[in-house]
Every structure is written in structure tokens, then in C-alpha cells.
């Protein structure tokens, strides 16, 4: 498994690394082609003690996070959103978004190693892994109208990322883009 930011054309490259670039012990060829980014085994990595903040509570991060705080009970998962009112759904009885089994899943999970914030920049500072998971709408104009994603929210966490990371992190695009 690899995982890379350095290939977004969103994340800022900086002298600095603050992108790491996982690969399994076994697995030397991808991470000789990645040179911008320093390179780490899993063995390195203290998975007991691991914190994901998603930055996207909607119909891709939420579900996704819950099945992870539930198959890996000793991983902190935070999901943050800019909008307080999915927030507040998701730490409701009243979930946003209906998937056979979520609402049971997020009993469960939540509250015990699964969490929901509005604070961003917070819950991507503490964290060792950020997904991304904006909503990335069809551009209704410029060039790509009608076909392109608009990526500004996109862009915004990575310069969110960016601005508050004092740590090394995996940063991991869980979004589309059509270019
Ligand atoms: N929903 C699907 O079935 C589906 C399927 C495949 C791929 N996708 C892709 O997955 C991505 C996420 O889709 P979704 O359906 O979960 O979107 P969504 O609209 O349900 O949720 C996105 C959330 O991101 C939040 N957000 C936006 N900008 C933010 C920011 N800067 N900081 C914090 N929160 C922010 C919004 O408030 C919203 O709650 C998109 O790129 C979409 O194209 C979705």
C-alpha cells in the first residue's frame, strides 16, 4: 500500500516535508519514484495510537469513518464539517444520511472512538491521517462549465492542512475530480 499527497496538484510543495509517503516493507518501486516526499514502513508506525480526522461529514465521509472506528477500535476517528447543523445530525439520534446499518454502526462507534466537531483545524492538527471528502460540484462556469469539478473546497483544506499541520501527516483524497 501506498499512500502519497505529493501527487495532489493542490497541496502545496514546501521544502519542509509535511507529506509522508507510506509503503509496505516489500514495496521499494513506487517509493524510489517519490522523491519529494520522505518515505516510512509500517513498522515505524504505532497503529494503536493512530488519530484520523475526516474533513467532509457527508454522504462519503460519514459512513466511511463509521466502518473504520468500528473495525479498528483503537484508532481515534474525527469528522469535521464546517457546517454545524450535519454536526449536530450526526451527534443526533436523527442521522443526515440513511445506509442499512449506519445507525447502529454510529451507536456503537461514537462517542467511544468515533467523533463529530466543527473544530477543523483542530481535529487536523492532533491527527496522524486526514482524509479529504468535499463535496466537489460540477463547475456552471469557466473553463470546464458543465463537465469540470469545482474544486475550491478541495483547495481550501489543503491550505487548512497546510496552515495548521506542525507534525507529519498522511493526507489521503477521498473525493472525485473530473478535470
Ligand atoms: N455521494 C456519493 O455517492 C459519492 C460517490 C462517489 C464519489 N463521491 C465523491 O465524494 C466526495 C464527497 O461527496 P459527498 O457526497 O460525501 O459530499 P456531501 O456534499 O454529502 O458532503 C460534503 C461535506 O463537506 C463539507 N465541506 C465542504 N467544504 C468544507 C471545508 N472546507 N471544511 C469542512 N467541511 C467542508 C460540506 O459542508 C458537506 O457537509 C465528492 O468529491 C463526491 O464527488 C460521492
Redesign the pocket.
Known sequence: MLVTAGSSPFLPKRPTTHYICISAPSSHTMAAETKTTDVVSFEDIDVSSIKICC???????GPTMATIAKYCPSVKVTV????QP?IDAWNSEDLPIFEPGLDELVKECRGRNLFFSTD?EGSIAEADIVFV????PTKTHGIGAGRASNTK?CE??ARTIAKVSTSDKIVVR???LFM
Open positions: 474533513i467532509g461529514a457527508g454522504y462519503v465521509g469535521v464539517d464546517i457546517s450535519r477543523v471528502s468535499v463535496n466537489t473546497n481550501l483544506c477521498r473525493i472525485v
